[in-house]
C-alpha cells in the first residue's frame, strides 16, 4: 500500500512538501469526484496526535488514516483536494476516478506498513519549490534562535553554579567544568536539551500562512 497527502511538519523537514507547493487547476469536476472519494475510504489507523490545515484556514483536524485497500491517505486530505486544489498523483486520481468508491470497511492489518517512499519521490518530483527559499531563511533564523536559547542557558547555569578551574572531562571538550563536577554546562545540557531545542523549528505559520 502506498501513503500519499502528508506534508511539511518542520522547517528542518526535507521530504514531505507544503502544499502551496503542488496547487493546480483541476478539469471541472474531477476535483469533487476525488475528493468524494477520499472522504469515502475506509478507516486504516486512528492516531493520537490531530493534524492541522497548512494552509491554516482553520478547518478542524483529523487523527486517522483512510484507505482504499491500495493507497492509504490522512482523513482531512480531501479538504486540500476540495477546498486548496492541491494536485496528487495521476496514478491515484485514475483509480479516484474509475473505481466505485470503496463501500466495505478494511480492517487496517498491524502487519501492513505502508509505503512512504513513492510520496516522497512523487513530490520531489513535481513540488514547485516556491517556498523553498522561505522555508530556508526561517531555519537558519530558527538556528539562530535555538543558539540563543543555548548560549542563555549555559550563562544561567555557570552564574548559578560557579566555575571550577579544571576543564570539561567530557571527550574533545575545552571548556572548564561547573564547580564541583567534571562537566561543563554545555554538555550538561546538552544531554537535557533534545526536544525544548527543536521547538523553533515548529513555527511553520510563517512560513505557510501568506
Ligand atoms: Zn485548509
Ligand atoms: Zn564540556
Known sequence: ???IGYWITSLVDEEFPPPQELVTDYVPGTRQRIADYLDAGATFEVYRGVSWCRFFCGHPGHCSELTDGEWVWPADLSHYVRDHSVRLPDAFIADALSKPVPATAHCSSPSI???????ISWCAKHRSNSLRSRIQAARTQADIEVQQIKAQAIADRERQEGLSGTTCQWLGCQNLALAG?????SCMLTAQWSGTLFEPYWDLRPVLHM
Open 1 to 3: 500500500m502506498k501513503v
Open 113 to 119: 506498513i505502508p509505503d512512504e517512499t513513492y510520496w
Open 181 to 185: 563536577r567534571l562537566i561543563c554546562a
